[in-house]
């Protein structure tokens, strides 16, 4: 029963949030239910203070959600599978090489950028931490966040190309940021004496080639079971179940969940519209059960991470080197962003002055990953410390890079169409 009650009152804030934003403030969803849910946070946090029991009992029932488990075991698969699903995968193949060097070494050289400017400044404030526990917080911070870079871009009414470049890398980059993530973790737990290069060469191997294998299968195996029958409602299970056993095989098989299910994602949506493995009345059924469902845990993920900050515990030298670690993480993603494509030498598929470098720079959000990542830290690593910085940066990036993303696309003429109208 105390399942149910965190998931109604989850369901029902979300609602409640939903609501106010579209009545009243019509920010991009993501946006708006953030910004409700940490105004929310810190009402309550003040109420805490005078030791107001039903909101001490609400900061116990959030304290027990496993934040982590239910972002990237539960849902970061649902959603980067709904994601891929509606990508053009004809615009992301004539731009798999920009996208794919981006994903990769982009993600790399951020890492190696956040690491090393955070083990030079923590000290500054007071908060010296040994260099490995800096190449973590640089390994969770670096992926960019699809679900974020997509519910605000589809807002920005960006240039499809453009949209395809970004949200493309941040689908592959969760991928491959996570699997860097539990390298650099096993390290910091083991110790880097323990530790090898060829244990690290097998875990990525395990963990990132396992999943484009398994995500290939599942795409593949998913596409032949819809192309055999003609019942939109099963095809819509179908789908569910694919990204549900999915998921579960993957945790299982200890590969790469998030980058099976985008690879599922793409293979089912690239195949059910140039193969006609769909007729044209089960694709409108698919197409319309994934946004729907991508909206919803939308809305429940934002919330949960404005919620979140009732129970985190964030002291004054954190925020202040969470500040830092702000303008860090941005300096390391125009480096992420300008060697790829430096090595590209621009070419076709990014032309120089187009407005893409500041776009794709500021564009780059962090957002449930980054949060979901820090929280299932170990209590032996500086956990609270790396959580702070986590949370400080990922607010700033869906607030403040979030709200300003729209006119910056507007300002360098990258919005083609009018922006749809909301009624």
Not at 186 to 206: I, K, N, W
Request: hydrophobic share 55%; glycine share 10%.
């Amino acid at each position: 029963m105390e399942l149910y009650n965190a998931l109604a009152l989850l369901l029902t804030t979300a609602a409640a949030f939903a609501y106010l934003n579209q009545r009243f403030l019509r920010m991009p969803p993501a946006i708006g239910l953030m910004v409700l849910g940490l105004g929310a946070s810190l009402a309550l946090v003040g109420l805490a203070q005078l030791d107001y029991a039903p909101v001490l009992r609400l900061a116990r029932v959030v304290e027990r959600l496993d934040f982590s488990n239910l972002v990237v075991q539960v849902m970061l698969g649902f959603l980067l599978f709904a994601g891929s699903l509606h990508v053009d995968t004809r615009r992301l193949g004539a731009l798999r090489g920009p996208v794919g060097l981006m994903a990769t070494l982009g993600t790399l050289l951020s890492t190696g950028v956040v690491s090393g400017a955070m083990y030079v400044l923590l000290p500054w404030f007071g908060l010296p931490t040994p260099f490995i526990y800096c190449l973590v917080f640089g390994a969770l911070i670096s992926p960019t966040d699809p679900v974020a870079v997509l519910s605000i871009l589809t807002k920005a009414n960006i240039d499809k190309t453009l949209e395809t470049k970004i949200v493309g890398e941040s689908l592959f980059n969760d991928g491959v940021g996570l699997v860097l993530f539990v390298v650099t973790l096993e390290v910091a737990t083991v110790g880097p004496q323990d530790f090898s290069v060829g244990r690290a060469l097998a875990l990525f191997a395990q963990e990132a080639l396992g999943g484009l294998v398994l995500g290939t299968a599942l795409g593949l195996g998913g596409a032949w079971l819809l192309r055999s029958i003609n019942h939109y409602q099963t095809e819509v299970l179908i789908t569910l179940g694919l990204v549900a056993g999915g998921t579960a095989l993957a945790s299982a098989l200890h590969t790469s969940g998030p980058l099976a299910m985008v690879m599922a994602g793409l293979l089912v949506g690239h195949l059910s519209r140039t193969r006609d493995v769909l007729s044209d009345e089960s694709q409108d059924y698919v197409d319309k059960f994934w946004e729907l469902l991508d909206e919803v845990l939308n809305a429940l993920l934002f919330v949960l991470m404005g919620l979140e900050a009732l129970v985190l515990k964030i002291s004054t030298h954190t925020l202040l080197a969470g500040l830092a670690a702000v303008a860090v993480v941005l300096a390391a993603r125009a480096v992420a962003v300008a060697v790829p494509l430096r090595i590209l030498r621009i070419g076709a598929a990014f032309p120089k002055n187009d407005g893409s470098f500041p776009v794709l720079v500021w564009g780059g959000l962090r957002g449930g990953l980054s949060v979901a990542l820090a929280l299932s830290l170990p209590t032996a690593l500086p956990r609270e410390l790396l959580v702070g910085l986590t949370y400080v940066v990922v607010v700033f990036s869906i607030v403040g890079q979030g709200l300003t993303i729209e006119p910056l696309v507007r300002r360098l003429g990258l919005s083609k169409d009018p922006a749809p109208t909301d009624h």
